[in-house]
């Protein structure tokens, strides 16, 4: 075992405060790409960029043209958590883990087994119609054909935070909440560019600021352990050796 990988599973092992904060990079490795990087879905055969395509003004012009793109590039209905999932959903469990915020929008947290999850951009798996407010699954999606329609003949959509949309208060307001009490931060999979990402770790004022990241953050230099590797193997590892895994 590394010295780093060490020193985590020593401040794993001694806390019951621990808050996780994650990016895409904790899902690539569920096999779901990161939209934002190089070989994501930048490189696809669509006229335009997902950011226009995920935002509230192209939904609201273009439905159906955004739920041929949803469909077909962000549903994976069969993508599985993987070890960083199952090893934060150990610790949360185990009663060291507080809470896990997140960027990404595909519940594997959730189908992990953990519970307290704040899900910044919200989550692809909760629906409801715009007009009558009912709830829908992804199976909504999944079985119609074109733009998925309400009993009441309202247009369904995803409770996803789309480009242009702002964040839910609520979240927020947890999120900083949780952050702001946390004993240990955990930072992974997110190089901490993108809104707001950034914003909500400077509310941590803890000596324990650990990154887990492939590439260099602007945070390293705050960071009091930063580890440069695969963010699941990494957490397995550690959640392992603590015996809960
Ligand atoms: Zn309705």
Do not use: W
């Not at 994650?22 to 779901?32: F, L, Q, R, Y």
């Not at 199976?139 to 009441?152: F, K, Q, T």
């Not at 260099?216 to 963010?231: K, P, S, V």
């Amino acid at each position: 075992m590394s010295s780093a990988l060490r020193q985590l599973t020593d401040i794993l092992q001694n806390s019951d405060n621990i808050v996780f904060f994650g990016g895409a990079g904790v899902s690539t490795e569920s096999g779901i790409p990161d939209f934002r990087s190089e070989d994501g879905l930048y490189n696809s055969e669509y006229k335009y960029p997902p950011e226009t395509i995920l935002s509230h003004s192209f939904f609201m012009k273009q439905t159906s043209e955004f739920y041929q793109f949803y469909r077909a590039k962000m549903l994976h209905p069969n993508a599985r958590p993987n070890d960083a999932h199952f090893a934060l959903a150990a610790l949360e469990k185990n009663g060291r883990l507080k809470a896990v915020v997140t960027q990404n929008v595909d519940g594997l947290h959730h189908k992990a087994g953990s519970v307290n999850v704040l899900e910044l951009h919200g989550s692809r798996g909760r629906y409801y119609c715009m007009t009558c407010a009912e709830n829908y699954t992804m199976d909504v999606v999944l079985e119609a054909s074109d733009i998925p329609l309400c009993s009441c003949g309202g247009t369904i959509r995803p409770d996803v935070v789309l480009f242009e949309e702002g964040l839910n208060q609520h979240v927020i307001e947890k999120s900083v909440q949780s952050i702001r009490e946390a004993e240990v931060l955990i930072v992974g999979g997110t190089s901490l560019n993108v809104y707001p990402a950034a914003g909500l770790i400077q509310y941590y004022s803890g000596d324990k600021l650990i990154l887990i990241n492939r590439d260099e953050t602007q945070y390293d230099g705050h960071a009091n352990l930063i580890i440069r590797d695969n963010i699941g193997e990494t957490l397995g590892a550690a959640v392992r050796a603590i015996g809960l895994m």
